[in-house]
């Protein structure tokens, strides 16, 4: 709970979730598509920060983004953004560089050369966290309206 110039924004943030709980279980079909609609902007956004980031582009990294169903989990709707990609893990977080035999290139001191990783789906989702709290305003807003006609 913080208070910023004599207002307790804890109170805020509470009349906020209740007003979310309140459009899931009033409009859930509405709740749902928002879902959707939230979920197709990060994609596209983990899309486009592979396309920026990855300087090879074969396109297999890109078509490996995807997306799940809304489901419910712990009272709240849900998406899950991933990458099937067999090697996203590899630009993800890095690895050992190898040959084409895939032995282990080494340099001149003996170790394994290393390759670091972008963190690309980390950033991502750290910037999409800045943006989503404004969406689910517009969503709240946009379901008041609807439930006051």
């Known amino acids: 709970m913080s208070v910023e110039a004599g207002f307790d924004l804890g109170d805020l943030n509470e009349l906020n979730e209740k007003l979310?709980?309140?459009?899931?279980?009033?409009?859930?079909?509405?709740?749902?598509?928002?879902?959707?609609?939230?979920?197709?902007?990060c994609e596209t956004r983990l899309r486009n920060a592979y396309k920026t980031k990855v300087w090879k582009k074969t396109g297999n990294l890109i078509e490996g983004v995807g997306r799940g169903m809304p489901q419910q989990y712990g009272g709240s709707y849900q998406i899950r953004v991933y990458n099937n990609a067999p090697h996203a893990?590899?630009?993800?977080?890095?690895?050992?560089?190898?040959?084409?035999?895939?032995?282990?290139?080494?340099?001149?001191?003996?170790?394994?050369r290393w390759v670091d990783g972008k963190y690309v789906a980390a950033y991502t989702v750290e910037e999409y966290k800045k943006i989503y709290p404004e969406e689910v305003d517009k969503f709240v807003d946009e379901m008041l309206e609807k439930g006051l006609k």
């Open 20 to 41: 979310l709980n309140l459009a899931e279980q009033e409009f859930p079909k509405e709740a749902k598509k928002f879902i959707r609609r939230q979920d197709s902007k």
């Open 89 to 112: 893990h590899l630009i993800e977080h890095g690895h050992v560089m190898c040959d084409k035999n895939g032995k282990p290139i080494v340099d001149a001191m003996g170790q394994e």
